[in-house]
């Protein structure tokens, strides 16, 4: 049985001909939308529905992680990034998890209600202060603390009905380049990046993962291909050892980590060969270089529909519930106080 493998990109804030045309190709699994595919919010619902007309099954996704990674602006709550629920922790750790775990149900909540079935996080890199492409998006520089924020801030995406995406295993934290820009490499040894970068990601796994997406980085102590593309990392290690049984999501395969690796449809196989699920390509180019090449290259291995949304938002219920507007005033004193 077949499946989509590609989650690609749209140009603008509405199809076209041939985006539909682009969109109903069966390889296609789902799409990653960004700030260009926004204006507003009755923009981006009739955005949806005319992709959910050309295909129902498609997965639609987002990264709104909050902070400086929040796709979606006017017209959304503006999310703390986690950074700033790490310095909160700092005074008031209870608090600080209640807030995380509001803060997930909200932003899932928001983008339930707008029919987006996924948002791309959490950050599970630690903050080390060794690149900015971390910094404010992770939930602190000790393991222990990113595990308790970070599973607080899951167990309210999850009570919204979303799934969550945990990025970037095994952890860009120790590395002082940007995988956007540059293939970076971390040349400690397995022992050493399990007992510091891994440890979150091993230990919400543990707790049951429904995807995680793995760092365009060489890891040259364990092998000398990126994350992404490696057997090592993502079978080895990630199922076997980790057990984790849920889907992995490659991260967008236009990034320069990624290049090492050949054209578009060389990265693309050796990411699937590898172990990835899914593979994010933000090149339309790129997409239709690969699309002729899926009838050989995939297989089905894991259900994707585990990260369709599982519940259906009103947005006006939403809006004026207390809870929504308790995390709300919450979350606006927390940019006064730690922003």
């Known amino acids: ?28 699994a789902g799409v990653l939308l960004f700030t260009r595919n926004y204006s507003s919010r009755d ?7 005319d992709i959910r007309q050309v295909r129902s099954d498609l997965i639609l996704m987002v990264d709104h992680e909050g902070g400086r990674v929040q796709r979606f602006k ?17 005074r008031d750790p209870q608090g600080a998890l209640g807030l995380a775990r509001d803060t997930g149900w909200l932003m899932a909540s928001e983008l339930l209600a707008m029919d987006i079935d996924l948002s791309l996080a959490p950050v599970l890199d630690l903050d080390l202060g060794k690149t900015d ?6 939930f602190g520089s000790e393991p222990e603390q990113v595990v308790q924020l970070a599973t607080a801030w899951i167990e309210g995406v999850r009570e919204a009905g979303m799934a969550c995406v945990l990025k970037h295993f095994p952890g860009h934290g120790n590395v002082s380049g940007d995988s956007h820009l540059v293939l970076p490499e971390d040349h400690r040894s397995f022992d050493e990046i399990a007992a510091t ?47 984790f049984t849920g889907v992995v999501i490659s991260d967008c395969l236009t990034m320069e980590g990624a290049a090492s690796a050949g054209g578009f449809r060389d990265r693309a196989e050796k990411a699937l060969t590898a172990g990835c699920d899914l593979l994010i390509l933000s090149s339309r180019i790129g997409a239709m270089e690969v699309l002729p090449e899926l009838e050989r290259l995939n297989r089905l291995r894991f259900d994707i529909s585990t990260l369709k949304a599982s519940a259906v938002v009103d947005y006006e219920e939403l809006t004026t519930s207390e809870r929504y ?15």
């Open 197 to 243: 970068d891994m440890q979150p990601f091993r230990d919400i796994i543990g707790q049951g993962a429904d995807a995680v997406m793995p760092a365009h980085i060489v890891f040259s102590e364990v092998d000398d291909q990126p994350a992404g593309f490696s057997r090592r990392w993502l079978q080895d290690i990630l199922r076997d050892q980790l057990g």
């Open 43 to 49: 923009q981006l619902q009739a955005l949806v529905q």
């Open 325 to 339: 507007l308790s995390c709300k005033d919450r979350i606006d004193y927390l940019h006064q106080r730690f922003g």
């Open 1 to 28: 049985m077949k499946q989509g493998v590609l989650i690609v990109d749209l140009p603008g804030t509405e199809l076209t001909s041939a985006d539909r045309d682009f969109l109903a190709h069966t390889g296609i």
């Open 133 to 138: 492409i971390v910094g404010d998006r992770a």
């Open 74 to 90: 006017e017209g959304f709550v503006r999310l703390p990034a986690a950074g700033q629920l790490s310095r909160y922790y700092q």
